[in-house]
């Protein structure tokens, strides 16, 4: 049956993910160092156990990957009282320093205008929240080719869950075989796919010269 839509993971499938969650990461832990006068080192401690906390109090949702949750716990831990301004001044800064690393792998452009050519239709499906993922595809200039997004946080629960690949189904109208879903999570992705009935195709390390020809030995069976 022939392929009528593709849902791409965002985060580390279409761009390099801790290239940029690092230079996020280093301009805060930076910014806080100088700022509270302890060592770089204590306050990537810090964080790492606040974001610990949160993963595990809110598990497999959307908001157990919001950044400015985690931020909110470090500046508590840090200050001793939640710090509204500091926490959304620290959060902007992750962004604009995440953002600012951001690039497509080679070769993103040239699948989309491929399916877009085809008459596939594109859709994201990402764990996380919708307004960050808005943010990242607009950046990328990339919005102009998705015909859906779906979130974890508006579908209620994270991949490899079945309310993620529910939704895009149900925004698609499409049977779940005529939809392929490309992405570089083993568990999240490849085997939340395969679980729900969907074919899938693993992006090693931003390689999308392989994806793009996996999927026409795919779409060509």
Known sequence: MPVKAVLFDLDNTLYEYEKCNNAGLDAVFT???LMFNKPKETVKEIF???????KMRLK???SSHSRFLYFQKTIESLKGTTDIELTQRIHNLYWDAYLNQMKLYVGVIDFFKQLKDAGIKI????NLTTEIQFKKLIHLSIDKYIDFVVTSEEAGQDKPGEPVFLLALEKLGLPKEEIVLIGDEPGADIQGAKTFGIKCILVNNGNFKDVIESFKNLNSL
């Open 31 to 33: 910014s806080l160092s």
């Open 48 to 54: 790492h156990d606040s974001r610990e906390q949160v």
């Open 60 to 62: 497999n949702t959307a």
């Open 123 to 126: 859709v994201i499906a990402s």
